[in-house]
T-cell receptor
Framework: EAQVTQNPRYLITVTGKKLTVTCSQN?????MSWYRQDPGLGLRQIYY???????DKGDVPEGYKVSRKEKRNFPLILESPSPNQTSLYFC??????????????????FGEGSRLTVL | DAKTTQPNSMESNEEEPVHLPCNHS???????IHWYRQLPSQGPEYVIH???SNVNNRMASLAIAEDRKSSTLILHRATLRDAAVYYC??????????????FGSGTRLLVRP
């Protein structure tokens, strides 16, 4: 089954304790992205990656790091979490719009979300 | 970056058509218009997208204004399962072929039985 898998789904941590939220997709997608969702603010992009070893900042990258060493994985790293990073996080993936396939709608496939609380 | 504007909420009766509007007056010529929806406690899911022409799929129809400054997502017969937050999104493309998706705040659709 085609899917985007995030772990953990729920996490409560304390300020300053490094954590990583993993994201894995099994659709051979080039493009992957992280979003955070906060009440009243909708979905905001944190980082995105066009392909392996290619990452770029989204709209709210401060306090986050990412890496793309393999095509299927795109972990989100919080080196020193703070309470303002308490949020619902979504990972997403899609084919690159440059893939040329007629069936490529550029559809983003989202994971089920990771709810993070930083105390 | 081009932004979208949607009403905060809309209501509909079950089995009636629903028209969800979206304004994107600063859209550029290469921006695709995408719609996603987010059911409670789930990640967003793709609904439909278009560039200039109206589009139909099994889930919905997308009507795009001639000047592309607005669009409307049409659910032909709303069901209770369609109650969700609907996002109108512009997919911008940059010169290096990278792109980003800009989510607005979405429209919360309530469906009355």
């Amino acid at each position: 089954e085609a899917q985007v898998t995030q772990n953990p789904r729920y996490l409560i941590t304390v300020t300053g304790k490094k954590l990583t939220v993993t994201c894995s997709q099994n659709m051979n997608h080039e493009y992957m992205s992280w979003y955070r969702q906060d009440p009243g603010l909708g979905l905001r992009q944190i980082y995105y990656s066009m392909n392996v070893e290619v990452t770029d900042k989204g709209d709210v990258p401060e306090g986050y790091k990412v890496s793309r060493k393999e095509k299927r994985n795109f972990p989100l790293i919080l080196e020193s979490p703070s309470p303002n990073q308490t949020s619902l996080y979504f990972c997403a993936s899609s084919l690159s719009i440059g893939s040329g396939a007629r069936s490529n709608t550029g559809e983003l496939f989202f994971g089920e979300g990771s709810r993070l609380t930083v105390l | 970056d081009a932004k979208t504007t949607q009403p905060n909420s809309m209501e509909s009766n079950e089995e009636e058509p629903v028209h969800l509007p979206c304004n994107h007056s600063t859209i550029s010529g290469t921006d695709y218009i995408h719609w996603y929806r987010q059911l409670p406690s789930q990640g967003p899911e793709y609904v439909i997208h278009g560039l200039t022409s109206n589009v139909n799929n099994r889930m919905a129809s997308l009507a795009i204004a001639e000047d592309r400054k607005s669009s409307t997502l049409i659910l032909h017969r709303a069901t209770l399962r369609d109650a969700a937050v609907y996002y109108c999104i512009l997919r911008g493309v940059y010169s290096d072929s990278s792109y980003k998706l800009i989510f607005g705040s979405g429209t919360r659709l309530l469906v009355r039985p």
